[in-house]
């Protein structure tokens, strides 16, 4: 039986650069599609977010996702980053949810999880696996890369429920 393709875009938040990451998951097989960084100016929070939600709706106008999956906010020492990224995070959301896609989100941890096999995974060993598992011949950025192991991630999440969890 074939099963109809999903793509899934995920989302690395931050509030002076946000990762992204398109991939279309079909038959438990995985295809990059694209990804980048919506890099921010140092101007106030709330022109950053505005920006975050204008982006990430031309993304997913442009490439038409049905999911979106997003890393939730990780313990952080400074309590102002932590609100910074989870503003980040809403604004994102937001827009995924304006334009009716399904949101997953997941801890940093259960993303490494998937994509490299241990939640203490470095950045290059994440960026390393993403180029792996998505046969891609350039490394992407360290944001790229994780907004494509969010994606990674909740394709995996999908195909195998307990996978993520």
Do not use: W
Not at 30 to 49: A, E, F, H, M, T
Not at 96 to 117: C, D, F, H, N, W
């Amino acid at each position: 039986m074939h099963k109809k393709t999903m793509r899934v875009l995920g989302i690395d938040p931050g509030s002076r650069r946000t990762g992204y990451g398109v991939c279309d998951f079909s038959n438990s097989e995985i295809q990059y599609v694209c990804s980048g960084v919506i890099k921010l100016p140092s101007s106030d929070i709330p022109n950053r977010l505005k920006i975050i939600f204008q982006e990430v709706t031309q993304i997913i106008e442009t490439y038409k996702p049905t999911h979106m999956a997003i890393e939730e906010v990780f313990f952080a020492k400074d309590p102002r980053a932590a609100l910074k990224l989870g503003q980040a995070r809403g604004a994102a959301i937001v827009a995924g949810t304006m334009l009716g896609l399904s949101i997953g989100e997941y801890s940093p941890k259960r993303v490494k999880q998937a994509v490299v096999g241990t939640g203490s995974a470095d950045k290059n060993q994440v960026q390393m696996m993403v180029m792996h598992l998505l046969s891609l011949t350039g490394k992407p950025s360290e944001d790229a890369a994780d907004a494509l192991a969010v994606s990674i991630c909740h394709c995996h999440s999908i195909a195998n429920q307990s996978l993520c969890r």
